[in-house]
T-cell receptor
Framework: DTAVSQTPKYLVTQMGNDKSIKCEQN?????MYWYKQDSKKFLKIMFS???????INETVPNRFSPKSPDKAHLNLHINSLELGDSAVYFC??????????????FGNGTRLTVT | RKEVEQDPGPFNVPEGATVAFNCTYS??????FFWYRQDCRKEPKLLMS???SGNEDGRFTAQLNRASQYISLLIRDSKLSDSATYLC????????????FGAGTQVVVTP
C-alpha cells in the first residue's frame, strides 16, 4: 500500500553511463515532482508535471529528461552521468500544488553514486 | 539571499524540555507554509501545515508572522524520537507548484 514508490533505492554507476529512476504514486494526485538533495541537504526542485504536462523545469542540465506516461508515473532519465550528479533524488506527488491542504508526499529516495 | 533560511543547529535539547526555532522567508507573496520532518537517510514527511492564526498539533505549535516574514516551530516535552531535521517549506502564488525548502534545523534530543 505504498503511496509514492521509486526504484531503485540505490544506484551506483560510472561516469558517462545512462540511467533511469522510476516513480509511481497510487494517491490519485494530479501533480508529481522530482527533487534533488545534495550533500548539503538542500532539497531543490528539478521538475514538476501536472496531468502529464510539464509545468516546472528548473535550471537542470538537459542530460536530465523526465517522462510522464500517465499522471501516476514520473520517471527520470539521466544521460552521460557526471560525478556532480551524485545525490539523493526524491520523487513526490500532491494534489493542488502549494495549497495548505495539499502537502507533498515523498518517495523514499534514490541514492545515486557516480564513480 | 536564500529564499528560505533556517538556523542549521544542531539544537541539543534535554528530554522533556522545550525547543523552538524559526524560519525566515524572503518572498512577501508567500501564501502557504509547512513544517516537514526528515530523519537521517529518509524522505521528508509532513509534520504540519502552518495556518495564519497559528496552530497546534499535540506537542507541536506552529506560528506565522507575516509582518516579519517568519514561521516558527515549538516542540514541548521533547521526546528522544523528536530527534530529526525540521524543514521549513514555503510556497507562493507566483510560483505554481514550486515549494521552496529551507536547509533544515537539526534537533537532537538527549536522555
Amino acid at each position: 500500500d505504498t503511496a509514492v514508490s521509486q526504484t531503485p533505492k540505490y544506484l551506483v554507476t560510472q561516469m558517462g553511463n545512462d540511467k533511469s529512476i522510476k516513480c509511481e504514486q497510487n494517491l490519485g494526485h494530479d501533480t508529481m515532482y522530482w527533487y534533488k538533495q545534495d550533500s548539503k541537504k538542500f532539497l531543490k526542485i528539478m521538475f514538476s508535471y501536472n496531468n502529464k504536462e510539464l509545468i516546472i523545469n528548473e535550471t537542470v542540465p538537459n542530460r536530465f529528461s523526465p517522462k510522464s506516461p500517465d499522471k501516476a508515473h514520473l520517471n527520470l532519465h539521466i544521460n552521460s552521468l557526471e560525478l556532480g550528479d551524485s545525490a539523493v533524488y526524491f520523487c513526490a506527488s500532491s494534489h493542488t500544488p502549494g495549497q495548505l491542504n495539499s502537502p507533498l508526499h515523498f518517495g523514499n529516495g534514490t541514492r545515486l553514486t557516480v564513480t | 539571499r536564500k529564499e528560505v533560511e533556517q538556523d542549521p543547529g544542531p539544537f541539543n535539547v534535554p528530554e522533556g524540555a522545550t525547543v523552538a526555532f524559526n524560519c525566515t522567508y524572503s518572498n512577501s507573496a508567500s501564501q502557504s507554509f509547512f513544517w516537514y520532518r526528515q530523519d537521517c537517510r529518509k524522505e521528508p514527511k509532513l509534520l504540519m501545515s502552518v495556518y495564519s492564526s497559528g496552530n497546534e498539533d499535540g506537542r507541536f505549535t506552529a506560528q506565522l508572522n507575516r509582518a516579519s516574514q517568519y514561521i516558527s516551530l515549538l516542540i514541548r516535552d521533547s521526546k528522544l524520537s523528536d530527534s530529526a531535521t525540521y524543514l521549513c517549506v514555503v510556497s507562493s502564488t507566483d510560483s505554481w507548484g514550486k515549494l521552496q525548502f529551507g536547509a533544515g534545523t537539526q534537533v537532537v534530543v538527549t536522555p
